[in-house]
């Protein structure tokens, strides 16, 4: 069977709406332009079609993003595997951001592609990912599960059954100047954010800006969905939902939210907050895009992901003269969504067996240890954050070799300062405190539909590009539901006459 075939039968059993979105996946993943990192050890890129086929019995090749944490200590662990087992692992990053690296596994595994024995799959695509038989079941017995935090462990189910364990999980903290009050509730950070110096937040066109738009709607109490129903049109959830997105667009226009937010990703967010100052970015609307502002002083509070601590712990510019820290950190007050990965293995996989063992490699209580200290992933086991309460313990002591004290062992390079033990015990403390209280994203096959049509009528109030008053809940509801079932309306990207934007309209 040729690829062309193994191309054309998936597409023809989609509707246009679906070609379009899950398709895209396809194509994306065939002739993806983004640049593939492939990590064996520090070596150059291979290029793509290094990986269009199998690995053979004694190799494994994981698909995963991006890693954007400081020290990129997960390439250590790739090699710490690959000294102590016969079995070689090559870890591809297929892309910069979580959307083209969906498109691209989503592409590859439709194809029935064995280039990939084992996904690093976001948590938001794993009903579509196993409901389309991309993944082997996983089956855990109880001593199994046990050891990892409950709610993480369940983003790796679908339908009863899991499908994948917890790799790294997220949940967002509040990063916060030193000196400046620390909010407890969402109403103390609108007020405190207003007073003294604004607010970063991610509200990018991409999967993130979803997350915040998200976490802005449960906040004010309002909800878009309940399990697989819409509710965006019950009760008086609508109202909370416009209420919250009328809000966030009087914040981003007053400057509360930080200028430039509507464009901003993780990355883009963490640098306004180390650096102090904004560049106004582009809006879609043609006035916007000509405007730059600057802020004069430092954003005063930040919502980011944990890998933020260590970028900004391990950045000299960030003490002060007696060396302590300029920021500090706090659960962030209303609700969080949970973030993260897990590790599933390929259905077309041909070494299933191995790509378990390699699983459980780095699941392990000593992976999940190192990859927390050295490079701030959050971890997944519920012993790591015990051990963390009791004795805590820095990169360099856990890298150090038996008998050696304290030495900095293969310590991630590049670092300038080093990141503390009481440091590392307060940031596992704040990242356990979220994770208690995190709330998950709708477990849908066709969730990226779901989310760029909810994102593009949310954005388009809190930028001011559609009056809230002119968001129509219900047609808004009815697009959603559609988007559940994969199809999507043909003006996301266009006219936003499924949010009710009058043909020709002006926004705020």
Known sequence: MTVTRRLGD??????????????????????????????????????????????????????????????????????????????????VEVADRTDEERAEMAGRARLG????????????????????????????????????????????????????VPYVTDVPLL????????????????RYAGEKGGYAVQLGDYEGGTVNLLEAVRSEGGRVTDGERIVLDDGDSGPRVRRALSRWHEML?????????????????????????????????????????FRDDDVAYMRN??????RLATDRSMYDDQGRLRFGMAALPGVGILGGFNLAISAHSDNPGKARTLIDFLTGHDAQLKLFACSGYPPVLESVYEEYRRNPRTCAQLLAAPGEGTGKGSMPSGEDTEITAPMLQDLAEKIYQGLRKAESRPKYSYYSVFSEVFRACARAVVTGDLLAKELDLGRLADALRDARRGRAPDDTVGTLAHCGKPEGGQGQ
Request: charged share 20%.
């Open 175 to 190: 990063f916060h100047r030193r000196g400046v009050s620390v909010p407890t509730t969402v109403e103390q950070l609108w």
């Open 10 to 91: 998936p597409l023809g059993r989609l509707n246009p709406a679906q070609r379009r979105w899950g398709g895209a996946g396809l194509v994306t993943g065939v002739v993806l332009a983004s640049v593939l990192v492939a990590l064996t050890g520090k070596g150059p890129a291979p290029p793509v079609s290094s990986f269009t086929g199998c690995g053979g019995p004694d190799r494994l090749t994981v698909a995963t993003g991006a890693d954007i944490t400081a020290g990129s200590f997960r390439r250590d662990l790739i090699e710490e595997w690959n000294r102590t087992h016969t079995t070689q692992v090559t870890l």
């Open 253 to 293: 226009r007053a400057g509360t939210l930080a200028r430039g937010a509507e464009n901003f990703s993780k990355e883009d967010t963490f640098n306004t907050f180390r650096d102090g100052f904004l560049v106004r970015g582009s809006k879609n609307s043609v006035e916007e895009s000509s405007l730059q502002a």
């Open 113 to 164: 592609s064995c280039a990939y024995d084992v996904f690093s799959v976001d948590v938001a695509w794993m009903a579509e990912f196993a409901r389309s038989g991309y993944l082997r079941p996983y089956p855990l017995d109880p001593q199994d599960a046990e050891p990892f935090v409950d709610n993480v462990l369940q983003a790796g189910q679908v339908d009863g059954v899991q499908y994948a």
């Open 305 to 310: 992901w944990p890998f933020a601590f260590h």
